[in-house]
């Protein structure tokens, strides 16, 4: 997706002098976290760091003003431009220690259709421009319509030529920054809109001090999970998930079902321990403003090396009687998304190479000895799916000052 990041800066003083930059950086389609190496973002960020390591101990606010280009639902835009802010926003207070978190503001405006038409409006080479806009200045119709029916118009062709031309640049974060010298006097409530020396206008009315209130948010320390595939079948588990910095994590499992039925023809015992290594692709934080605050940690996709042993005792009548050992050893892959704000749900699948040493037995008649089938008796091997999940997680979080991760 394309973030548009402008920054417009003003110093007052006795004699005030007017700064303004504007810079831009792109992110990929439908995408909120940056890469840095994306088309021309190395340049724009070592133009960016040129700024603030000569400003930056003069800032005193930041507004950051988020779109999103009108190709998807109206909803959809609202939450991806809170994002878009909320990743701006902490890229830059990453990137730039002179920043404080109670500097921050930002302002999800979701999608910016006006800006569409005015992109359309002044491109004389669009396709059946004139059907275009009037789809698009319609009255009355809800914005999700319009953009089905532009998409549907010609066998999409207008479409075709905006989404290369003009819907790119319709995904921005703007970025006001204010900042003075030292031998200044604070800064009026309102910034008055003579007093910006910029060449853009921010879309919407923006307040400096009293800074609002820095938002909390919560870090997870540990999660607690359990698999509700297990579950079902009555296997007795549990694992705990430690976090360690924001991309790798170490998981610990524990299988521990241990019951045999009064007349004792039916069993299952199974004791099995194991731990796992994993690597979160993104585990950034979500903006305070997206649907879970400040949830930082293990959510996303992850790989994952695990290893496991154990051994166990199955009965069921006469039939299915083993006991043995096992240890097994492989990858995984997985996902894990919020359910809420205080449980995720997690689904992965592990891949790889398990040994089973096994024994056979034939109970007694009355069920209270076990006669070992010497025939019966050998090592599996085996390569494949070795386990899968569908884990309940329980994060553990502690308050974080400012949203603070």
């Not at 640049?169 to 604070?186: E, F, N, P």
Request: proline share 6%; charged share 20%; aromatic share 12%.
């Amino acid at each position: 997706m394309l973030v548009a990041l402008t920054c417009a800066t003003s110093l007052w003083a006795q004699k005030r002098e007017s700064h303004t930059m504007s810079a831009t950086l792109y992110f990929r389609h439908d995408k909120y976290v940056l890469d840095e190496s994306y088309l021309s973002n190395r340049q724009t960020i070592q133009s960016l760091d040129n700024f603030f390591e000569a400003n930056g101990k003069y800032i005193d606010s930041v507004a950051i003003v988020a779109y999103a280009s009108p190709e998807g639902s109206v909803r959809y835009n609202q939450r991806l431009s809170a994002r878009r802010s909320g990743t701006t926003k902490y890229w830059l207070l990453k990137r730039y220690k002179t920043l404080g978190l109670e500097q921050m503001r930002e302002e999800p405006l979701g999608e910016d259709f006006s800006g569409l038409i005015e992109r359309v409006e002044a491109d004389k080479d669009v396709p059946f421009k004139r059907e275009v806009l009037q789809i698009l200045r319609r009255k009355g119709v809800h914005p999700d319509k319009k953009m089905r029916q532009l998409m549907k118009l010609r066998k999409g062709l207008p479409y075709s030529y905006i989404n290369r031309h003009h819907l790119p640049y319709l995904r921005t974060a703007t970025t006001l920054v204010i900042y003075w010298s030292q031998h200044v006097a604070a800064l009026p409530t309102t910034a008055p809109k003579s007093d910006v020396a910029s060449d853009i206008t921010p879309p919407f009315h923006l307040q400096f001090r009293p800074l609002p209130a820095p938002s909390s948010s919560r870090r997870t320390i540990l999660a607690l999970k359990t698999n509700a595939l297990y579950d079902a079948a009555t296997v007795v588990n549990f694992a705990v998930e430690a976090p360690i910095g924001n991309r790798f994590s170490l998981v610990y499992n524990h299988i521990c079902p241990w019951w045999l039925t009064e007349n004792n023809r039916y069993c299952l015992q199974l004791l099995a321990i194991g731990g796992e290594a994993r690597w979160w692709f993104a585990p950034k934080p979500v903006a305070p403003n997206g649907n879970f605050p400040g949830r930082d940690r293990l959510v996303g996709h992850f790989l994952g090396a695990y290893a496991m042993s154990g051994m166990f005792d199955f009965q069921a009548n006469t039939w299915g009687c083993y006991q043995g050992e096992f240890w097994s050893a492989g990858l995984t892959y997985g996902y894990s998304a919020p359910l809420g704000k205080r449980m995720n749900i997690e689904f992965s699948l592990s891949v790889g190479y398990a040994n089973i040493p096994y024994r056979h037995y034939v109970p007694t008649d009355d069920w209270q000895d076990l006669i070992r089938d010497k025939f019966n008796a050998g090592r599996l091997h085996w390569v494949g799916p070795t386990k899968a999940e569908i884990s309940l997680v329980v994060p553990i979080t502690i308050k974080t000052k400012g949203g603070s991760w």
